[in-house]
């Protein structure tokens, strides 16, 4: 149980293109989904948290109108890259948790998507 | 402010050994979750185990265990028997009641040699 997909798994786009990225909750109801961003032999740098139903809340320093971010479903989210530059390549995760109490619940992880901007 | 801090970035062990991972947590709450999380070369992060900082004994994973110590605000992962498929980026996360939000460390790249 509690298995989270991303699609695509691989993505180069040309610079000035958006990419839009799914994150899926495929046996559980996810009520709040997070969006990472990893840079190589580095931590997880968490960029946002998105709840269905309402607006994304974005950690200090990301840009909003770049990374947009859709949590249409219990289900589903969206990130999208807009205007995407060779510094926006990275490996970009999410993770999904069930509940709404706050009371330490676990983070269950996509398998995450490469983007290459050229 | 929070902080979670990983000491070893890497280390190696001989398969069928035991291993011990570090992580130390700074936080003036008192109600908290801790996590191991595991990152293989496939790079999919895998739930290695759980802690609620209210319960005194130690959580227990099949061949992964913690020696959490509150007082010393420590999180310790050791793996026992350890095997080639443990390889992979170990990070410690933690998260506090009221917020869903995880603070990672800078994670452990473990190598089990053969």
């Known amino acids: 149980g509690a298995v989270v997909s991303q699609h695509p798994s691989w993505v180069i786009c040309k610079s000035g293109t958006s990419v839009k990225i799914e994150c899926r909750s495929l046996d559980f109801q996810a009520t709040t989904m997070f969006w990472y961003r990893q840079f190589p032999k580095q931590s997880l740098m968490l960029m946002a948290t998105?709840?269905?139903?309402?607006?994304?809340?974005?950690e200090q320093g990301v840009e909003k109108d770049k990374f947009l971010i859709n949590h249409a479903s219990l289900t589903l989210s969206t990130l999208t890259v807009t205007s995407a530059h060779p510094e926006d390549s990275s490996f970009y995760i999410c993770s999904a948790s069930v509940g709404t109490s706050g009371e330490g619940e676990t983070q269950y992880f996509g398998p995450g998507t490469r983007l290459l901007v050229l | 402010a929070q902080t979670v801090t990983q000491s070893q970035p890497e280390m190696s062990v001989q398969e069928a050994e035991t291993v011990t991972l570090s992580c130390t947590y700074d936080t003036s709450e008192s109600n908290y979750y801790l996590f191991w999380y595991k990152q293989p070369p496939s790079r999919q992060m895998i739930l290695v185990i759980r802690?609620?900082?209210?319960?005194?004994q130690n959580a227990t994973e099949n061949r992964f265990s913690v020696n959490f110590q509150k007082a010393a605000k420590s999180f310790s992962l050791k793996i026992s028997d350890s095997q080639l498929g443990d390889t992979a980026m170990y990070f410690c996360?933690?998260?506090?009641?009221?917020?869903?939000?995880?603070?990672f460390g800078t994670g452990t790249r473990l190598k089990v040699l053969a």
């Open positions: 996360a933690f998260t506090t009641s009221g917020t869903y939000k995880y603070i």
């Open positions: 802690q609620e900082a209210y319960k005194q």
């Open positions: 998105s709840n269905e139903g309402s607006k994304a809340t974005y």
